[in-house]
Every structure is written in C-alpha cells, then in structure tokens.
C-alpha cells in the first residue's frame, strides 16, 4: 500500500537537498544549459516550482494545468529570475504542496493529472518525488542518479516499467535490477529480452536520462523507449 505521509516527508527532504545544492549557484549559473534540451537551469528550477502549485491543483480538484500552453508561457516567464527569487519561489511553491498534502482528504480517490492520466490521489505525493529528485539531477551541479535514495530508484524503475507495460512500442521486456529482482514490461507477445545492470542506469534508461550503453541486453537490442 502506498503510504502519502511517508512520500510526503520524502518530497520534504528530497526539496531540503535541492534547495541546499541550488543555494550554492550564482546568478549567472542559473542562466547556464541544464541537460534538458533548449532549457536552462531556470527553466529546470520554474518547472520544479510551478509543478508543485500544478499538483495542489489535482490534490483540490482542479485541472492540473489551464493548458499546455499557459504551463509553457509560466515556464518561460520565470526562467531567467534571479537565484534568489527562484528559491523563495521553490520555498514557498513546496509549502503550498505539503499544506495541501496534509489536509484530511480521500487518497483512495482518483485523481486527473495532464493529457487525461489518472491515479490515485495517493500516489501524487510520489509523482511530486520523482519530480524533485530527476529535476536536481537534470540540472547538472553535481546531484547524479547514483546519489539517489535507494528506496526512490527501485520505486521509479518499478513505476516506470508499470509504465511501459503493455505498451505497443514496446517489446516484451525483462528488466532485472542489480539484486536480480526481474520486472516485466513492454509488450506481451514474443520471447522477452532481458535487460540488467546497475539500478542507476536502469533508472537512467527508463526516465530518458541515459541512452543505456552502461546496460547488458540478452535476447536482442536495446528497445528505444517513447516519451515519457
């Protein structure tokens, strides 16, 4: 059963980490390339902030977002503030998200996030996670994906391959993790190719964030794997 106030504490401490390695840039930084194609670190930072007031949105029963584009323009608009502005924001944007988290609410609801998906209303609190945790990384100050929770990167793989499975551009896949722990996903037709290696890379594959090269493929290629 997914715990929202074990998840909730986690965005908290995963947000303290951010906050604490992003204190530590300069205004000048902030305008640099994150790893993210065509954003700059400011665009990685106003996503992050903008994404917290977008899942109060969902958690109170909004629509997430007004629209694509209005969530682009917010994006656009805040990327080039100053550090300072930009971590009063992601203060003051994660307040509003645990304040949200933590009123009495039905977390067996479901719950509409963007372009139609659904879940539970508990399981918000782990979206919001892995936004935090994947977002540090993307910027490029030092946080990798081996510095991730443990507890975070087998819960992200297992979300991930949930994600995949059963999808039609997908073949059926085996993906076993580094204590040999296989998960199934893709297709399910055909022989399975198996996939394994380092958690990190496992992760890194899944989410868009390496191309896989660090991973031991049996049974055929590496799948290319759609967009998240």
Same mark, same amino acid.
């Given at each position: 059963?997914?715990?929202?106030?074990? %998840?909730?504490?986690?965005? @908290? *401490? &995963? /947000?303290?980490? #951010?906050?604490?390695?992003?204190?530590? =840039?300069?205004?000048?930084s902030v305008t640099e390339p994150s790893r993210?194609?065509?954003?700059?670190?400011?665009?990685?930072l106003a996503h992050i902030a903008r994404n917290?007031?977008?899942?109060?949105?969902?958690?109170?029963?909004?629509?997430?977002?007004?629209?694509?584009?209005?969530? %682009?323009?917010?994006?656009? @608009? *805040? &990327? /080039?503030?100053? #550090?300072?502005?930009?971590?009063?924001? =992601?203060?003051?944007?994660?307040?509003?998200?645990?304040?949200?988290?933590?009123?009495?609410?039905?977390?067996?609801?479901?719950?509409?996030?963007?372009?139609?998906?659904?879940?539970?209303?508990?399981?918000?609190?782990?979206?919001?996670?892995?936004?935090?945790?994947?977002?540090?990384?993307?910027?490029?100050?030092?946080?990798?994906?081996?510095? #991730?929770?443990?507890?975070?990167?087998?819960?992200?793989?297992?979300?991930?391959?949930?994600?995949?499975?059963?999808?039609?551009?997908?073949?059926?896949?085996?993906?076993?993790?580094?204590?040999?722990?296989?998960?199934?996903?893709?297709?399910?037709?055909?022989?399975?190719?198996?996939?394994?290696?380092?958690?990190?890379?496992?992760?890194?594959?899944?989410?868009?964030?390496?191309?896989?090269?660090?991973?031991?493929?049996?049974?055929?290629?590496?799948?290319?794997?759609?967009?998240?």
């Open positions: 059963m997914i715990d929202h106030a074990h %998840d909730l504490a986690s965005v @908290r *401490d &995963a /947000t303290e980490r #951010l906050l604490l390695a992003v204190g530590k =840039l300069d205004n000048a993210l194609p065509g954003w700059s670190r400011g665009h990685v917290a007031d977008a899942l109060v949105n969902v958690l109170q029963g909004r629509p997430m977002y007004v629209s694509a584009e209005v969530r %682009d323009a917010d994006i656009e @608009r *805040d &990327a /080039t503030r100053p #550090l300072d502005v930009h971590l009063a924001d =992601l203060r003051e944007s994660t307040a509003r998200f645990q304040e949200a988290g933590a009123a009495p609410a039905d977390w067996s609801r479901t719950v509409e996030l963007r372009n139609g998906v659904t879940d539970s209303a508990a399981r918000v609190p782990f979206r919001r996670w892995a936004e935090v945790e994947l977002h540090h990384v993307d910027l490029g100050i030092g946080y990798e994906l081996e510095d #991730l929770p443990e507890e975070f990167t087998q819960r992200e793989i297992d979300f991930l391959a949930d994600r995949f499975r059963g999808h039609p551009d997908v073949p059926a896949v085996v993906i076993e993790e580094d204590d040999g722990h296989q998960i199934p996903t893709g297709r399910q037709d055909g022989e399975p190719r198996t996939v394994s290696g380092r958690n990190a890379d496992l992760l890194g594959w899944l989410a868009g964030r390496r191309d896989g090269s660090g991973l031991t493929v049996t049974g055929g290629a590496l799948p290319g794997l759609p967009p998240l």
